[in-house]
């Protein structure tokens, strides 16, 4: 359940400074394109010309205090949140002036916003040396989280985001802090390690469903489509699971499950492939949890959430009847938010299901009890008020 890894080779940024032509890699995560216009900004740069010129999509190189940038960076923010004025809005026709807004159109609306928002954002920028350190005042060392996070230094001066360097940092932190992982069972074998830009099992419910789900007659054997983590396959492996089979197509997935299931004590269990969904041959047990919403993603790093035309979902139902033993099972652990969203029914997954010649054999089923749900603030809360996340248990049709 990850994104795609970054394999292009990075664009270089160029800009005139002190009269001299400058170039550097370009990094960018999200695979934006460098800047095309970029100016030199230090601390004289207030928030209102800084915020404006980011919205025209001119790059500002930063040389002032790093901290100072940080400042900005955060009054920013709070710009691109403030309301948009009446005037700034643009004019319904009369025919749709009073037509409700849907729950579609509400969520494409918040991934428009979502996106331009991080377009802007993404306009401070941050230089680093070959090294990895930052040549600004009150600058911190950030190189090992940009090692754990992009791998080797390319011995090269690079320019990136202040806002994707910072996620970064956030993701350096939750990997030296981890996460308690309640089904897990008690402290301190519950916790789980993400790595940056892997999926992170903030929302625990699914991991609930799999501890209390229960077990085909034949469990000897699971496969774990999309890995991670590796929580699921730790918690498969507590279940009493002998032998895990578990896929993921981002290096750094397989790398972050690696080093969690050794801490857990699971890794002498579990076999780790990077390859696209299936291994080769038949289990008894099958478990995915692919991204949840049909939708575009903004970034590679969107691909853990986003799977535009549920290709996921949809290659793990039409792929499973032939990995699995007569008769086993097939758990899949989907939230019904899209449902609630307009942007996928309950009948056209059903419909996949008995499409991919597989019936239900039975469902679990959980609401989730992270904060967004309960925040009426957030702009979907209307669908998420309802979710419902479960572990649909899947078997061949032709079973007895």
Avoid at 243 to 264: E, K, S, W
């Amino acid at each position: 359940m990850n994104q795609v890894p970054l394999t292009d080779a990075p664009a270089t940024l160029s800009w005139t400074e002190n009269g001299t032509e400058c170039h550097a890699l370009w990094r960018s995560e999200r695979h934006a394109a460098p800047p095309k216009r970029v100016i030199i900004a230090d601390d004289t740069l207030n928030a209102d010309s800084a915020y404006r010129l980011a919205c025209e999509g001119t790059g500002l190189l930063w040389r002032g205090d790093f901290q100072n940038a940080r400042l900005l960076l955060q009054a920013m923010m709070r710009r691109s949140n403030a309301p948009i004025k009446p005037g700034k809005v643009r004019a319904k026709s009369k025919a749709n002036a009073d037509a409700p807004v849907t729950p579609q159109q509400a969520f494409h609306l918040h991934r428009q916003a979502q996106s331009q928002r991080a377009r802007t954002l993404s306009m401070l920028l941050i230089p680093l040396n070959a090294d990895r350190s930052i040549p600004l005042r009150r600058a911190p060392d950030l190189a090992q989280a940009c090692a754990e996070a992009w791998g080797p230094a390319t011995q090269a001066n690079t320019v990136t985001s202040l806002r994707e360097l910072l996620g970064v940092v956030g993701a350096h932190e939750w990997h030296k802090k981890g996460i308690e992982v309640e089904a897990l069972g008690g402290a301190p074998n519950n916790k789980i390690f993400p790595s940056y830009g892997v999926f992170s099992p903030v929302r625990g419910e699914y991991v609930a469903l799999v501890a209390s789900a229960p077990l085909p007659v034949d469990y000897a054997l699971a496969f774990d489509i999309g890995v991670g983590s590796g929580v699921l396959s730790a918690m498969l492996s507590r279940r009493g699971v002998k032998r895990i089979v578990a896929t993921d197509n981002d290096p750094r997935a397989i790398l972050c499950a690696r080093g969690n299931l050794d801490r857990l004590g699971a890794l002498p269990k579990v076999q780790l492939i990077q390859t696209d969904l299936f291994p080769e041959g038949q289990a008894p047990l099958i478990v995915c949890n692919p991204p949840w919403l049909p939708a575009r993603a903004n970034a590679p790093i969107e691909h853990a959430i986003y799977d535009e035309n549920s290709q996921m979902l949809r290659g793990f139902l039409n792929g499973v009847l032939a990995h699995l033993t007569p008769q086993g099972q097939a758990w899949l652990i989907l939230s019904d938010l899209a449902e609630h969203l307009g942007l996928r029914s309950r009948e056209a997954l059903l419909g996949w299901i008995e499409q991919a010649g597989l019936q239900v054999l039975g469902r679990e089923d959980i609401r989730p009890t992270h904060a967004k749900a309960m925040d009426k603030q957030d702009p979907l809360h209307a669908a998420r008020s309802k979710e419902v996340t479960s572990l649909w248990r899947l078997g061949a049709l032709t079973a007895p």
